[in-house]
């Protein structure tokens, strides 16, 4: 006797999860089960009602900034759950109307019809890493803006300095500044301390970086691939780690056509029929992937 499959679609949100649910038939309607709450043992009791009579479930949500958490659960308990790219799910026209009820409703049904293209999971210590490697890119915009600041306060009072910045000399000549008013001094002087602050964090995260690569596990490391992008002109150790760590397992992609359409790095294309009119036919890069890649789950 053939198992039963039931595809689930999950709203996911901060306190609740909307679920809907789909039979494998194709035929029969999608409907919505209701509301659960979004903790860990509320999710095991769904999964454990709906396979009672030995259904076979098959989950899915939207990535978003709940993370990974449902997918890796539900994993572990033996489920089949995948997370769907939120740009790539088909969506009507002139449908006007969002609730958590109906874009449960709409998962559940395109997830049946094998209409989502889902993401690539990353285990536990590659999301580490991805989170550091953004956590650095943070401090880097901080600095950034930090010196911005300065540099606006600066010019608002005239003073230019005509040679490279943030350099030693520019630092003395930043300290040897005076003003009139002396709120101006207490202006410079926490601008001055914003910068060290934001340089000394930017700093130790890029160190941590080095640390953690070196530190993750033999069956997940990282290091060697991240020293093999550095033999590319104009990749250092922080840009290699973030290619790896934003992109994921390499091997998941069969040749660099796939790679270069996941990252969205093929020109766009408006024509019609076998007549070309247009003078320029194909323009940027769509920035945007352009066919689905099947992917490897990796349930950490």
């Given at each position: 006797m053939d198992e039963r499959i039931i595809y689930i679609g999950l709203?996911?949100?901060?306190?609740?999860?909307?679920?809907?649910?789909?039979?494998?038939?194709?035929?029969?309607?999608?409907y919505t089960h209701g509301q659960i709450s979004n903790t860990p043992a509320a999710l095991t009791r769904l999964s454990s009602k709906l396979s009672r009579n030995g259904?076979?479930?098959?989950?899915?949500?939207?990535?978003?900034?709940?993370?990974?958490?449902?997918?890796?659960?539900?994993?572990?308990?033996g489920h089949d759950c995948v997370v769907v790219a939120p740009s790539?799910?088909?969506?009507?026209?002139?449908?006007?109307?969002?609730?958590?009820?109906?874009?449960?409703?709409?998962?559940?049904?395109?997830?049946?019809?094998?209409?989502?293209?889902?993401v690539w999971i990353p285990d536990p210590a590659h999301e580490a890493i991805?989170?550091?490697?953004?956590?650095?890119?943070a401090a880097v915009r901080s600095l950034r803006q930090a010196r911005q600041q300065l540099s606006g306060f600066l010019l608002r009072h005239g003073?230019?300095?005509?040679?490279?910045?943030?350099?030693?000399?520019?630092?003395?000549?930043?300290?040897?500044?005076?003003?009139?008013?002396?709120?101006h001094h207490i202006v410079l002087e926490d601008c001055i301390a914003t910068i060290e602050a934001a340089t000394d964090?930017?700093?130790?995260?890029?160190?941590?970086?080095?640390?953690?690569?070196?530190?993750?596990?033999?069956?997940?490391?990282?290091?060697p691939v991240v020293h093999a992008l550095q033999a590319l002109r104009g990749l250092a150790l922080v840009a290699a780690a973030t290619v790896i760590a934003e992109l994921g397992d390499l091997t998941r992609f069969t040749n660099?056509?796939?790679?270069?359409?996941?990252?969205?790095?093929?020109?766009?294309?408006?024509?019609?029929?076998?007549?070309?009119?247009?003078?320029?036919?194909?323009?940027?890069?769509?920035?945007?992937?352009?066919?689905?890649?099947?992917?490897?789950?990796?349930?950490?």
């Open positions: 709203d996911v949100h901060k306190k609740t999860i909307a679920v809907a649910l789909a039979d494998e038939s194709g035929r029969g309607e999608v259904s076979v479930l098959r989950f899915c949500y939207e990535a978003g900034p709940c993370g990974y958490g449902i997918q890796r659960q539900l994993a572990a308990a790539l799910i088909p969506r009507k026209p002139g449908d006007r109307i969002k609730t958590d009820r109906r874009d449960a409703i709409n998962l559940a049904g395109l997830h049946r019809a094998g209409a989502l293209t889902a991805r989170d550091l490697v953004r956590a650095r890119l003073c230019h300095y005509n040679r490279s910045a943030w350099t030693l000399m520019h630092r003395r000549w930043l300290a040897g500044l005076r003003f009139e008013q002396p709120a964090r930017r700093d130790r995260l890029t160190a941590q970086i080095e640390v953690m690569l070196a530190a993750m596990p033999p069956n997940r490391a990282l290091a660099p056509r796939q790679l270069m359409a996941y990252l969205g790095l093929v020109p766009s294309e408006h024509s019609s029929g076998g007549t070309r009119r247009q003078a320029q036919i194909q323009g940027g890069v769509t920035k945007a992937p352009s066919v689905p890649i099947s992917v490897r789950h990796s349930t950490g």
